[in-house]
C-alpha cells in the first residue's frame, strides 16, 4: 500500500497549484483520502477529505472556495487543487487513506483515523 503525493511547489500569493495523490496496491473505491498540512512549528491539520464515493466533500474553514478536492478512480489519483494561494498555506501537504467500504459518504479529517500515508510535498507561497 504506497500514496504518492506530487505536485507542490513555489507559487506568488494569488496563483495556484494542483496536488495529486496517487495510490498504489489498493484501490480508491473502498478509501476516503484526507488531505493534511503542516507548516513549520504547527500541527499537521486537517484541509480537506473526499469519501471514497468522490460525493461527499469536507473542507476546513479556511480554505473554503479556494480548495477543491476530485477524485478519479480510474487513475487511482486524488486532487486537490488550490486556488488564490495565501502565504500562510505553505506547508508540507500530505495525502493519507481511510479504508470507509466501497463508495460510501463517510468523511473525517481526524489524523489518527488514517492509517495510510503518502510522503508529502512542500508548497511554498511569497508574498
Known amino acids: 500500500v504506497q500514496l504518492q503525493a506530487s505536485g507542490g511547489g513555489l507559487v506568488q500569493a494569488g496563483g495556484s497549484l494542483r496536488l495529486s495523490c496517487t495510490a498504489s496496491g489498493f484501490t480508491l473505491d473502498y478509501n476516503a483520502i484526507g488531505w493534511f498540512r503542516q507548516a513549520p512549528g504547527k500541527e499537521r491539520e486537517g484541509v480537506s477529505c473526499?469519501?471514497?464515493?468522490?460525493?461527499?466533500?469536507y473542507y476546513t474553514d479556511s480554505v473554503k472556495g479556494r480548495f477543491t478536492v476530485s477524485r478519479d478512480n480510474a487513475k487511482n489519483t486524488v486532487y486537490l487543487q488550490m486556488n488564490s494561494l495565501k502565504p500562510e498555506d505553505t506547508a508540507i501537504y500530505y495525502c493519507a487513506a481511510r479504508t470507509t467500504g466501497y463508495r460510501t459518504e463517510i468523511l473525517t479529517v481526524t489524523t489518527n483515523r488514517y492509517p495510510y500515508w503518502g510522503q508529502g510535498t512542500l508548497v511554498t507561497v511569497s508574498s
Open positions: 473526499i469519501s471514497s464515493s468522490g460525493v461527499s466533500t
